[in-house]
T-cell receptor
Framework: DAGITQSPRHKVTETGTPVTLRCHQT?????MYWYRQDPGHGLRLIHY???????DKGEVSDGYSVSRSKTEDFLLTLESATSSQTSVYFC???????????FGPGTRLTVL | AQSVAQPEDQVNVAEGNPLTVKCTYS??????LFWYVQYPNRGLQFLLK??????LVKGSYGFEAEFNKSQTSFHLKKPSALVSDSALYFC?????????????FGTGTLLAVQP
């Protein structure tokens, strides 16, 4: 978890409200990723970024948006949270020359 | 389609016995393969990876993995299990194409080591 922080670590919200999760890194890695972890599904990629202002969709991007205005920060936004978005969200980082991704501690989100 | 399979949801082993956690993959081209471990309420920790070279890869905490191209497998092994090895283990494969190193993860295998 060193060098990667996520905030908040836990959040409970209501259906229909907007939610923003933050990932912050101190490693100066170019690539950043957002995953969700659900039982029986492992980790699934939501969105990723390959540089400041450069982002793309992953396999489960519906209902999510992202922004990256600085190298160190990658934000994930749920515009209108739904109960199906209750999950644990992980941020990861990597360098272009290596495929290894390093993960943050996670954010547990509950949508009531 | 590119994919990773972990056929066992849970593996039980007695402390001191050898352990194996299985992983098979389907990917275009030469695979980059990874193992991660997740302890309760923590993020994933990188254990080891195979990119090229020796088929037996050594990683953290005494773990190793064997790449078998003909069987498209990358099983995680340890000669002598510890109770502290009890955790959730994920296998992953790099997906070629696109702008970055995307990974596809298996569904995870829970390793339970009994004292």
């Amino acid at each position: 978890d060193a060098g990667i922080t996520q905030s908040p670590r836990h959040k409970v919200t209501e259906t229909g409200t907007p939610v923003t999760l933050r990932c912050h890194q101190t490693e100066n890695h170019r690539y950043m990723y957002w995953y969700r972890q659900d039982p029986g599904h492992g980790l699934r990629l939501i969105h990723y970024s390959y540089g400041v202002k450069d982002t793309d969709k992953g396999e489960v991007s519906d209902g999510y948006s992202v922004s990256r205005s600085k190298t160190e920060d990658f934000l994930l936004t749920l515009e209108s949270a739904t109960s199906s978005q209750t999950s644990v969200y992980f941020c990861a980082i990597s360098e272009p020359t290596g495929a290894t991704q390093y993960f943050g501690p996670g954010t547990r989100l509950t949508v009531l | 389609a590119q994919s990773v399979a972990q056929p066992e949801d849970q593996v039980n082993v007695a402390e001191g016995n050898p352990l194996t956690v299985k992983c098979t993959y389907s990917v275009s081209g030469n695979p980059y393969l990874f193992w991660y471990v997740q302890y309760p309420n923590r993020g994933l920790q990188f254990l080891l990876k195979y990119i090229t070279g020796d088929n037996l890869v050594k990683g953290s905490y005494g773990f190793e993995a064997e790449f078998n191209k003909s069987q498209t497998s990358f099983h995680l092994k340890k000669p002598s299990a510890l109770v502290s090895d009890s955790a959730l283990y994920f296998c992953a494969v790099r997906v070629l194409g696109g702008a970055t190193n995307k990974l596809i993860f298996g569904t995870g295998t829970l390793l339970a080591v009994q004292p």
